[in-house]
């Protein structure tokens, strides 16, 4: 799809997903259109339970936008491209299946946002991220501002927003910004273990369970628990949960049907 700048193959119910312009993969209008329509297949696909979301090569996972797009536009055309821009890492976040990102290198500017927008993230220990946009007169535009201080809190977002200094993978770590650090040699087999352990599990509680999380995360604790409530009723009610329960009594391993 969208002329191989983004590449996906699914095995074992898993997508693998690779953003493909090396050596940057910066991300342009073309890649940000792919991804979200993309997505909306990969939940449509029965075939498929996670997404696991990386870079090609080495360098980058995705090391910005395409500033050389940007340059051109005027800020009508700006508006337009931010509207995109959220659109695709808010599907990706909103997403009815788990998305991994495995992180083989940068991801700077929009690489860190689409990073945050997915639901784990593993990292290359060369891994390095930053916000930069204020070093070029601007600030991020998709959703870096928001989501960052989720993850990092209030004062620790400010100064990585404000400063734009590139950190490692360690640091990352420390932030919580990455849930696990290994080495590059290790990246996509980590990322693939954790894949296939999701892909394991029911997939409407697993559904669930991200949609509680995710609203919990923007609601207050009462409005969450009615959420949370809601969720567990649905995943209550599925052949899955029977199967799971019969499973444990029986000692053996569930067979999740989806349903």
């Given at each position: 799809m969208n002329d191989n700048l983004i590449l996906c193959e699914i095995e074992n119910k898993i997508a693998f997903v690779t953003?493909?312009?090396?050596?940057?993969?910066?991300?342009?209008?073309?890649?940000?259109?792919?991804?979200?329509?993309?997505?909306?297949?990969?939940?449509?696909?029965?075939?498929?339970?996670v997404i696991l979301i990386t870079g090609s090569g080495e360098e980058a996972f995705v090391a910005?936008?395409?500033?050389?797009?940007?340059?051109?536009?005027?800020?009508?055309?700006?508006?337009?491209?931010?509207?995109?821009t959220r659109i695709a890492f808010s599907k990706i976040e909103t997403l009815n299946k788990p998305v991994i990102a495995a992180i083989n290198g940068v991801a700077r500017g929009g690489g860190?946002?689409?990073?945050?927008?997915?639901?784990?993230?593993?990292?290359?220990?060369?891994?390095?991220?930053?916000?930069?946009?204020i070093n070029l007169g601007v600030i991020p535009g998709g959703g870096g501002t928001q989501r960052i201080l989720k993850?990092?809190?209030?004062?620790?977002?400010?100064?990585?927003?404000?400063?734009?200094?590139?950190?490692?993978?360690?640091?990352?770590?420390?932030?919580?910004?990455?849930?696990?650090?290994?080495?590059?040699?290790?990246?996509?087999?980590t990322a693939k273990e954790w894949a296939e352990k999701l892909a394991q599990k029911a997939p409407v509680a697993l559904r669930m369970m991200k949609m509680a999380v995710n609203t919990g995360s923007n609601v207050d604790l009462e409005s969450g628990l009615t959420v949370e409530?809601?969720?567990?009723?649905?995943?209550?009610?599925?052949?899955d949960r029977k199967e799971a329960m019969a499973a444990f009594f029986e000692k053996r391993k569930p067979k999740f049907v989806g349903r």
């Open positions: 953003i493909n312009c090396p050596p940057d993969n910066k991300l342009n209008t073309q890649i940000y259109k792919g991804l979200t329509r993309l997505m909306g297949e990969l939940e449509e696909n029965e075939d498929v339970n910005g936008a395409d500033i050389n797009e940007i340059a051109e536009l005027d800020t009508v055309g700006m508006m337009d491209l931010t509207k995109i860190l946002e689409l990073a945050l927008a997915c639901d784990l993230r593993i990292a290359s220990e060369h891994a390095k991220f930053a916000f930069p946009e993850v990092v809190g209030l004062g620790t977002a400010k100064e990585l927003l404000y400063f734009g200094e590139m950190i490692d993978a360690e640091k990352a770590l420390q932030l919580q910004i990455v849930n696990k650090v290994v080495g590059q040699d290790k990246l996509l087999s409530a809601s969720c567990y009723d649905g995943a209550f009610a599925t052949e």
